[in-house]
């Protein structure tokens, strides 16, 4: 028999086993994607939760001063796209780890930015060169873990993700309040680029990973192939929508809780944030209801639970507005639960590019809507971007109801899509 490449890449990898749950090599990735999750959303979202002092510090609007997040997620949008393209060429270690450690010095680099545009500059990169890790874990973890033991440490991950989002809004909220903001974003620089030197050090290589050489027309084909699928269609469609509207409630309540009648300090404000812990459990139960009753049951009914917790934020009540971002938390976060493990399902080939336009259209969706409510805030008032807010979930919830009516697919089990 003739041992070509593929044939001596086939013997290589019977040769070298999957890692198992309860070996070195699985608490290191374990630790290492842990490490890894957390750090990529410490850096990205923590500037969301001190907007109000951005916009009185560099004397810009609200809208303006959202431009620091929505550079980061634009920015990471593209880089999404074109790190899945290049991810079959180069070390998959190699390139999460030069993600973490370079999107590092970027977020250093913006504590020390002269002027807004600088900044908004710097967390534009800083989003770039985040990327890489998100668009790689899922196919490095599928390459090297066995799929009994996969279930577990992909928790884990996304679970890093979570609360490396709400540490990274909180504890910059905190810092602002006691010290200052560029204290806060250098110090996380500082402790991301410390995790990034540890990732590097304790990831196991890739074991089962062999470059190839990545085709244009290859991906361009797969890309049209899943655009061309109407439920895809309706599920990025969805989550953009869903996505803007939550950006928009963690970018601007902030203004208002700090306004009358509330008149919130930042370090009171920040604590708002660790309402991602509800998401965190949001997801959690929301995936095992699913199991139960269905996607396609259970999907509408978290989106009239979003947009029930978005109106009682109208409030003046503080708990009244506490409860209802409770709510909407739980509910946007189980809505993104239950459609990132509908791809898996839907997409018959090329799932890693189908969940890289659905994260594509998740972080668009964020930079756009979440900038555009801006200018409504200060037309409007909070009630206009409630009233935005509720037009775009409203739209969310009909196309859950036409998800309803799609066919079932029979497919291999479900990849969930991490994001924060």
């Known amino acids: 028999m003739h041992e070509g490449p593929l ?22 990735i ?12 410490l850096q990205l979202y923590c500037l969301q939760s001190i907007l109000p002092t951005l916009s009185e510090e560099f004397h810009v609007t609200p809208a303006t001063s959202s431009y620091v997040v929505s550079a980061a997620t634009m920015s990471l949008a593209v880089g999404l796209l074109l790190t ?31 002027n807004f545009s600088i900044l908004v500059a710097f967390c534009g990169l800083k989003g770039f060169a985040l990327s890489g890790l998100p668009a790689i874990a899922m196919a490095y973890l599928s390459e090297e873990i066995e799929p009994l033991s996969l279930g577990q440490i992909m928790g884990l991950y996304i679970g890093g993700n979570i609360l490396g989002g709400m540490m990274g809004r909180v504890v910059t909220a905190l810092l602002t309040g006691w010290i200052s903001w560029r204290f806060a974003l250098g110090s996380i620089g500082v402790v991301c680029f410390i995790m990034g030197v540890v990732f590097l050090r304790i990831l196991p290589a890739s074991r089962h ?76 139960l929301s995936g095992a209801m699913a199991d139960r009753m269905g996607r396609r049951s259970l999907l509408w009914m978290l989106v009239i639970l979003t947009l029930v917790g978005l109106w009682l934020m109208l409030a003046n009540s503080l708990w009244v507005v506490i409860g209802g971002l409770a709510l909407f938390t739980f509910g946007f976060f189980g809505s993104h639960s239950v459609a990132s493990s509908w791809i898996g399902r839907r997409a018959l080939h090329a799932r890693a590019i189908a969940s890289a336009l659905y994260l594509f259209f998740y972080y668009v969706g964020s930079s756009v809507l979440g900038s555009a409510t801006g200018v409504v805030l200060r037309q409007k008032g909070w009630a206009g971007v409630v009233e935005v807010l509720s037009v775009a979930i409203f739209v969310s919830l009909c196309l859950s109801l036409l998800l309803r009516k799609t066919k079932k697919r029979a497919t291999p089990p479900e990849i969930a899509v991490a994001s924060s």
């Open 209 to 284: 990973f062999h470059p190839r050489r990545p085709s244009a027309a290859k991906l361009w084909r797969q890309v049209r192939g899943h655009m061309s699928d109407p439920v895809l269609l309706e599920l990025f469609a969805f989550i953009g929508l869903m996505m803007g509207s939550f950006i928009s409630v963690y970018n601007y309540l902030g203004f208002r809780l700090k306004a009358a009648p509330f008149f919130l300090s930042n370090s009171f404000v920040g604590a708002i944030f660790s309402m991602y812990l509800v998401g965190f459990f949001g997801s959690y």
């Open 84 to 114: 899945s393209f290049l991810s079959d060429l180069l070390s998959r270690r190699r390139l999460m780890s030069l993600s973490l450690l370079a999107s590092s010095v970027f977020t250093i680099a913006a504590a020390w930015s002269p």
């Open 7 to 28: 044939s001596s890449i086939i013997l290589t990898r019977q040769a070298v086993p999957l890692v198992r749950r309860g070996t070195p090599e699985y608490r290191a």
């Open 30 to 41: 374990t630790v290492g994607m842990l490490l890894g999750g957390f750090a990529t959303f």
